[in-house]
């Protein structure tokens, strides 16, 4: 079994909008895979390394804190979403040498930058037809106390 | 392999068309095309279509409200590409004595709003992933931080290609645009503001492409010869590679599809960046042009703001670029956007372009990049 | 022009696999045809893909999930014989020099029901004209009109084709079924009924092509020798043409896109019908199967039904059609189906086909045609 | 201005499925063309022939009386198609040289043979949103007294 892969369990409040996408752990974390063959690391996972073609692979949890590498907000609701805009988007450089596509706590770009910490979160997106609340992936600044 | 030549273009013009079919903007094009080329039925002996969206057999509903099918008819799908991965097929396979004479052409009619593509999986598009001006944004940002690129200079490229394209009849916008109003236009995803975008929309462009050895057309004097048609798809490992991976490394060496397309191009046409005097570029948003720039080697990393600022790239300078108005006044027709570069590069080398003509032009770069990722390169000479 | 060889098949089961996607069917397909070729990453230098509703970028997404992404990928749509297109455009780059190894496959994973396609206009389905069975009837009605086919004949090609299907481990349909069963099955559109008609699905094939001078795959001892690949669209005029026009000529002498392909096929392959040992043909009816015995030259016209009664196209008959059990019994994925062929050709000429052999079989013929109008005609040879 | 092409008026019950197509004259008939360059009729009218590419053609009304070609019955709704079913389906061989893929009036197969007399007429094909009867193209057999 995957790592954290069956924690969001029928018991669970919400649906994670894809399996295996990451952990219902605390604090959350990506599930990638990691390619025995050259050594990259993935997300989401494959059988197959998408680098090298390699198809030894292993299942990943990836790091919950990373960098910002570039960011900017979706102001306008792009085709089959349902939730709310404007909301962040952005790359997060992971320290597995990944740059993982994701969406941003922070809407308002200005309030970004360059190389900040961020770390990993779930957000519910919208709730089903069935009242049940779907949760996505997103990465949020880290505070400064 | 034999020379090839382009024997005759045609375009319907780039816009929207209420009550026009995808299949008259094609039939306006093939036929300008073929005329031009003074080549009637029988006279070519395969057909390649490029389209997006045009859905089941829609180069063979072109050529059969003209008429003239039974040849083998391919269309072709590789995104913004599309045009140049079928001038690729009716080149090479000129090229290898295959055909003697071919027609190319692209068309698309695409639908209005946001595309809901295939593209992205249904999870994505659920999670707001499939937020494809996001990308742009992204790509845009990046290129910023380390080109020295401000958003002065992308409002800069929009008005030079909006200038170059009030010149141009077959353009969707055909009026100038002042700097200030660019940056006042409202953001659609930072720093991209909507007028900083093309436009998705209509249109059609053909070419007739011949063996050279068979004879030039007799209506134009001037002779264009294709001497290289090249696609390529992307490397894996780019995170924002216009593959539109959820993931990439942490690895900035890797060559673009449209260096790799650019490199295998000059090296087919025997010359290099240098030897070009006109440039039709992928504008898919201002930041993209100038990205092109490097990509295409025209200038050296960190160096396409300066080559904008000093006017090189605008109509009069030493190395025009979008001289037709680009994709940003012509708007983007997925199937025909890069067949419709070939269209204006051929008026170009034949010194036939009016008022947005580049004097003296005898080598010409089209360069369209877009979803899958493909990118393709071609280069005419006269 | 080189020699082409197929190096390598590789193929997904044809039928319905819920919660798998198209990439997921390409990659199999893809990854089985290069382990048998012994070809990595950076083995090949294009790729052409076969689909018609796959949708932007087809391709890209197959060899992207395999990592082996960057050389042209090339998206091709010609109906029901779109994998026959892509296989004509790969086979021709090789034997032009241009490429050393290339990748063909197809994938379709189609709708469900009645497909909706771009193909038709509004005011024809309004009409009710979108009817695509109905042409298939009108089609057969024609055939049995001139040809002495029966109803009983259209049944015997149903139960022979499922015999056949019966040992085919990819196939959708894998048992034997009675003549009286499928005359008791529901007439669709007279004179064809539900079990004589095959079933839109989901599948796909690949096939590794390699310039026979760069060596033969190790594993597979009979190489089997890619002879020709030909496609061809439809001349205007029939109106049950597979074009599907609103009218045409009283004007019987005009050659279908079968007949076109086939004769340009056997041509570039220095043979004829009668150098033919073993065909995978267009069963997309049961009609449609026999109308193809004559429009390949298999047989003179109006002999299709003496041949299917003597058991010529039975396994064990002197020139069995669609050993594999044909789309009747695998089902119709378009963009996948003329590929599936050519991998039960391949089994076939190897010796590999098991309980469905053909003994002693050194020349295969796959045949598609469909929309648009297309037909493909490929010819392998061991 | 085509023969008939303007006898729809806004004035008339019902609408024609497609403009250009038939005239509402009685009896009705198709709206073809004709090819100065090779004399072959073609449906619907083009400006270019569909058989030699010329552009040298005119509009041209077709017979309304034909003969039956090919036959068979359409038993379940097409995609987009509002009517009701079966209906007929076939190709009628008109004089001009010509064979017109069309609806026919009568859904039993068995009811119809080879070479059979057709005269062309209009059919409801569904009733629009805007409640007018939408207008269709069909053909029926000629009734022997
Ligand atoms: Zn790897
Ligand atoms: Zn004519």
């Known amino acids: ?145 | 392999m034999s020379d090839v030549e382009v024997a005759g273009v045609g375009l319907h013009p780039f816009g929207r068309f209420e009550g026009v079919s995808i299949s008259d903007m094609g039939v306006t094009a093939v036929r300008g095309a073929l005329r031009e080329a003074g080549v009637g039925k029988g006279g070519f002996q395969a057909a390649f279509c490029g389209t997006a969206y045009g859905g089941v057999a829609t180069g063979h509903k072109v050529l059969g409200a003209l008429g003239m099918t039974g040849m083998p008819i391919v269309d072709v799908e590789a995104g913004c590409a599309s045009g140049a991965a079928a001038l690729m097929l009716g080149s090479k396979a000129i090229g290898a004595g295959q055909y003697d004479t071919v027609v190319v052409f692209g068309v698309e009619k695409m639908p209005r709003g946001i595309i809901r593509s295939s593209f992205f999986e249904p999870w994505q598009e659920e999670a707001g992933l499939a937020a494809t001006p996001a990308y742009f944004g992204l790509r845009a940002q990046r290129f910023m931080q380390t080109s020295g690129v401000t958003k002065d200079h992308l409002a800069a490229v929009v008005v030079k290609n909006r200038r170059h394209g009030a010149h141009n009849p077959d353009a969707m916008y055909r009026s100038d645009v002042e700097a200030a109003d660019v940056l006042a236009s409202r953001v659609v995803c930072e720093p991209l503001h909507l007028w900083m975008l093309c436009s998705p929309n209509e249109g059609a462009a053909a070419v007739v492409l011949r063996r050279a050895d068979k004879g030039t057309s007799a209506r134009h004097g001037a002779a264009v010869q294709l001497d290289s048609a090249v696609l390529r798809s992307h490397l894996p490992g780019a995170v924002l590679s216009e593959s539109t991976p959820m993931a990439g490394l942490t690895d900035d060496t890797l060559p673009t599809p449209t260096t790799l397309a650019a490199t295998a191009a000059y090296e087919e046409a025997g010359l290099g960046p240098r030897d070009i005097d006109v440039v039709e570029c992928q504008d898919t948003d201002a930041a993209r042009e100038l990205m092109s720039y490097e990509e295409l080697g025209l200038c050296a990393a960190g160096g396409a703001a300066e080559m904008l600022d000093a006017g090189v790239t605008s109509v009069g300078g030493r190395l025009p670029v979008n001289p037709s108005g680009g994709l940003l006044s012509k708007g983007e027709p997925l199937g025909a956007s890069a067949l419709g570069q070939v269209v204006e590069l051929v008026h170009q080398l034949r010194g036939e372009a009016g008022a947005r003509q580049v004097h003296g032009a005898r080598v010409g770069l089209a360069h369209t990049v877009g979803r899958g990722a493909n990118a393709g390169v071609v280069i005419l000479r006269r």
Chains 1, 4 share one sequence.
């Open chain 1, 1 to 145: 079994m995957r790592p954290g892969a069956a924690t969001f369990s029928a018991m669970s409040a919400t649906v994670p909008v894809r399996q295996g996408l990451f952990t219902d752990t605390d604090p959350p974390h990506l599930l990638g895979g990691r390619c025995a063959a050259c050594g990259h690391h993935h997300f989401p996972h494959h059988d197959i390394c998408p680098y090298c073609a390699s198809e030894d692979t292993e299942p990943a949890e990836l790091s919950a804190m990373g960098r910002l590498w570039a960011w900017t907000a979706v102001t306008h609701a792009p085709p089959g979403y349902k939730g709310e805009v404007p909301y962040g988007f952005g790359v997060i450089e992971l320290p597995e040498g990944l740059r993982v596509i994701t969406r941003l706590t922070e809407p308002d770009p200005a309030k970004l930058h360059f190389d900040q910490s961020m770390h990993m979160v779930t957000e519910v997106l919208h709730v089903d037809d069935e009242g049940r609340p779907v949760v996505g992936y997103a990465f949020a600044p880290v505070e400064v106390p």
